[in-house]
């Protein structure tokens, strides 16, 4: 038999085709090899320029941006970006001069908080919270800054602002405040003075800047000064004396008053009271 005869009446070549085809290990029908997908990297094409990013965040504006961002004072998951109209997609961590950029723009408010209203949630139900009260604030998601009792009234900031909230949540020097007191009984000289001159609590001396009866009020109101920032101070200098508050109102927090704000309303910052916090 002919080598051609026995091309058609044997075996079917791959070139030929037929149903026991066999794939030619040829560069054209060479096996796809599956790859590992790389480590996930800030998109030039999608999501928001980078000056506009910024600018969004209130750090200065998109003009100031690029000047910063070609000055290498910008950074995109730890690598620096000098390039103009650079894209970050949201989960993309951004940094201006090593802190982290927050995407939205920093907001601030003040809250004249009602008795009985919780900061921090509660599990029973029907449990009203300030986060009730300042959802109609602004679409940002703000925190409180610090903590104030449920049974307590008055002065809660709030922010998105990150970088501010922590500061004021552990300051190097504590945050001026001042809370009108309401007791059970009236206190007597004595006890006040012993509170003036610093109360020794279990976690350690807590010292008062200034306390006082409030003027033409009956002796179971009084006026306290602190920079404290320790859970639950003011009921705890009470209580090592044998007092029990009634009513507790924070009036002052930080320079803060509250000052034409009734109680259960918000108000925003203004910049000048922004300001005035950053720097405690």
Do not use: W
């Amino acid at each position: 038999m002919s080598r051609n005869d026995k091309s058609k009446g044997g075996k079917v070549s791959g070139r030929q085709g037929g149903g026991s085809t066999k794939k030619s290990s040829s560069r054209g029908n060479a096996p796809i090899k599956q790859q590992q997908s790389a480590p996930k990297t800030p998109s030039k094409t999608d999501g928001i320029r980078l000056n506009k990013y910024i600018a969004n965040a209130g750090i200065c504006s998109r003009r100031d941006a690029d000047i910063f961002i070609s000055a290498g004072n910008v950074t995109v998951n730890g690598k620096v970006v000098t390039e103009m109209g650079y894209k970050v997609a949201p989960t993309d961590e951004v940094k201006f001069d090593g802190r982290r950029v927050n995407p939205e723009k920093p907001e601030y408010f003040i809250l004249n908080k009602p008795k009985g209203v919780y900061v921090t949630g509660s599990t029973e139900k029907g449990g009203k919270t300030v986060m009730d009260i300042m959802a109609k604030a602004t679409k940002a998601k703000l925190d409180p800054v610090g903590k104030l009792d449920t049974q307590a009234m008055g002065l809660l900031v709030f922010t998105n602002d990150g970088t501010l909230a922590k500061r004021l949540g552990k300051p190097r020097n504590g945050i001026r405040q001042i809370y009108q007191v309401n007791l059970t009984k009236p206190i007597s000289v004595e006890h006040l003075e012993k509170i003036r001159n610093g109360v020794i609590l279990e976690d350690g001396k807590v010292n008062i800047q200034d306390i006082s009866f409030i003027a033409d009020r009956p002796k179971n109101e009084v006026g306290i000064e602190t920079n404290s920032t320790k859970n639950h101070i003011i009921q705890r200098l009470f209580k090592s004396q044998g007092y029990e508050i009634e009513k507790l109102d924070r009036v002052v927090f930080g320079g803060l008053t509250k000052k034409d704000l009734p109680r259960g309303r918000f108000r925003r910052l203004t910049d000048q009271e922004v300001i005035n916090l950053g720097m405690l």
